[in-house]
């Protein structure tokens, strides 16, 4: 490491350069964010030569940030970017950072996570424990694409608390749900009061005890084939007839994730629920189809290829006005509970 030659005031002084710096970075990074940006349209994508980090890829790749707080998303939990790799490209396991998914879009190729290796298409989904060597391998004629989000990495992650709540579940004031929590929670004495949060308490103990045990299982990839539909949405509501949704990557589905989870749904055809709920950061691609996202007082149409994002506590919905099914795939933070460091290395930035 370059820095364990200096002295002890050499080290100090560049410790007060990087944090000038980043002070100055992280003001124009909370300027942009301050827009509030919902959408980034397909048509606005910007791909770059280069990776996040500003490494330079090979000829026929690209990579293109879809949600980040420098392009004027008020993100703070993670960053959501497309990867296109060149066919015959052997990269092999060359990183690690904070935890990561990746859905694959199109081709073929292989991941390398940590001693184990994974061939995977489109469809597939590959998640990679924080701080875990890992790459992908392109080997055929085809390119491969994939949709990849990780940690923030710039700065120190903010934590915004989530908070599920549904419209039915609150008081409509003005025309816009707002969260006052369970009501009849207002007439329990304080005895009652105390006595059911240690009944909840002890009950989330044990959830989150099973919880942990599945993550032992260390799940990387789960097939296309392996995924199955349910009725209901993920917080156990049902759904309209004709629409369903899937959890794909979760702790209680055995991966060791604490960051965010992974599903997918599809909005039957002619559905109009508007705004109806709310929770903390998320992130929807948007596979096929077309709808419109309501997000608190604003609306916006939404096709395949296009991404939105919600910020925490806001209410939001879909709405699928349309003939045909509206398929995404959502990003849910759940960082408040456990926040893994983001660490960007490469093997070059340490020593085999």
Not at 153 to 164: E, F, K, N, S
Not at 284 to 301: C, P
Not at 304 to 329: C, K, M, R
Request: proline share 5%; charged share 25%.
């Amino acid at each position: 490491m370059i820095y364990r030659d200096m002295t002890p005031w050499q080290v100090g002084r560049k410790r007060h350069e990087l944090e000038e710096e980043l002070g100055a970075l992280e003001e124009e990074v909370s300027r942009r964010s301050a827009s509030d940006r919902h959408v980034m349209r397909s048509e606005d994508q910007q791909w770059g030569s280069r990776s996040a980090r500003g490494l330079k890829l090979h000829e026929g790749e690209g990579s293109c940030v879809l949600v980040g707080p420098e392009f004027g998303f008020n993100v703070h939990n993670f960053y959501v970017f497309i990867a296109q790799m060149a066919p015959g490209t052997q990269q092999g396991a060359y990183h690690k950072h904070g935890e990561a998914i990746k859905y694959y879009l199109g081709g073929k190729g292989v991941e390398i996570i940590g001693d184990n290796r994974y061939e995977v298409k489109a469809g597939d989904v590959g998640f990679v424990p924080a701080d875990t060597w890992h790459g992908t391998q392109n080997p055929g004629t085809e390119p491969l694409r994939y949709l990849a989000v990780c940690p923030s990495i710039v700065g120190v992650p903010t934590v915004v608390q989530p908070v599920w709540m549904t419209a039915e579940g609150a008081r409509d004031l003005g025309g816009s749900p707002k969260a006052e929590g369970h009501a009849q929670y207002r007439e329990f004495t304080p005895w009652e009061l105390g006595r059911r949060r240690h009944e909840l308490l002890t009950e989330m103990s044990l959830v989150e005890e099973e919880i942990n045990q599945r993550r032992t299982q260390d799940r990387h990839v789960v097939r296309s084939e392996e995924m199955t539909w349910d009725e209901r949405t993920t917080t156990g509501l049902k759904r309209v007839p004709g629409s369903r949704s899937r959890r794909i990557v979760a702790a209680q589905l055995g991966f060791n994730i604490r960051n965010f989870e992974l599903f997918q749904a599809e909005i039957a055809p002619r559905t109009q629920r508007g705004a109806y709920h709310m929770h903390g950061e998320a992130v929807k691609y948007y596979l096929s189809g077309q709808g419109i996202e309501v997000i608190g007082n604003k609306q916006y149409e939404v096709k395949a290829g296009d991404t939105v994002f919600i910020p925490a506590n806001v209410w939001h919905g879909t709405q699928n006005p349309g003939d045909e099914p509206l398929s995404y795939l959502a990003v849910l933070s759940t960082a408040p509970f456990t926040m893994v460091p983001s660490l960007w290395r490469t093997r070059e930035d340490v020593k085999e």
